[in-house]
């Protein structure tokens, strides 16, 4: 009995696979403490409306991309395909929505996302040979979806929402 007493309880993590490398060649695991996940609830539950709500996902999903970098390489993907000069954790449009999928469920499984549902990723093609995809989010009273979409950001930015038909169209700029 005496024993347990000098148990400490470790803190309680959760545990996510990510990918990277472009197609989702590898993947790896990234954990969650609480102590990392208590400001990302609290932006999430400050949001008074569903479009505060789409902005505090815009952070949070930047400041898990930057905590899955201090466990993984993915610190150095930059935004796009072509500023990480194949650096070992560079990340095409495929990682990214997976991943930001990923995280999203994460936050919904804590019930911390009160005005989204989390959607399936989505993907786009223009030009024939353009493909492009992205996470998103459903907001549950205007019904309206969007395109949560990090693969524009240096990793640890906030990463872009935009409406679904903006995103279509290739415009980014339309959100947050």
Known sequence: ??????????????EVTICYNYGCYVK???NFSEAQLAPLQKLLADAADAAAERKAISVVMGRMYA???????????KGGNFGDSGEDGQMDCIDH?????????????HGWLKYHEVLEPVRRVRFLVAV????RIGDKQ???VYAVDSWYVDNGRPAIVV???AWHYGRISDGV
């Open 142 to 144: 205007a019904k309206r």
């Open 97 to 109: 929505s997976a991943n930001t999928h990923t995280f999203l469920n994460l936050l919904d499984v």
């Open 28 to 30: 790896a695991k990234v």
């Open 163 to 165: 409406p679904i038909e």
């Open 1 to 14: 009995m005496a024993l347990c007493a000098w148990v400490v309880p470790a803190a309680r993590a959760d």
């Open 67 to 77: 905590i899955a970098g201090e466990q993984t390489p993915v610190w150095r993907d």
């Open 132 to 135: 492009h995809w992205a996470a």
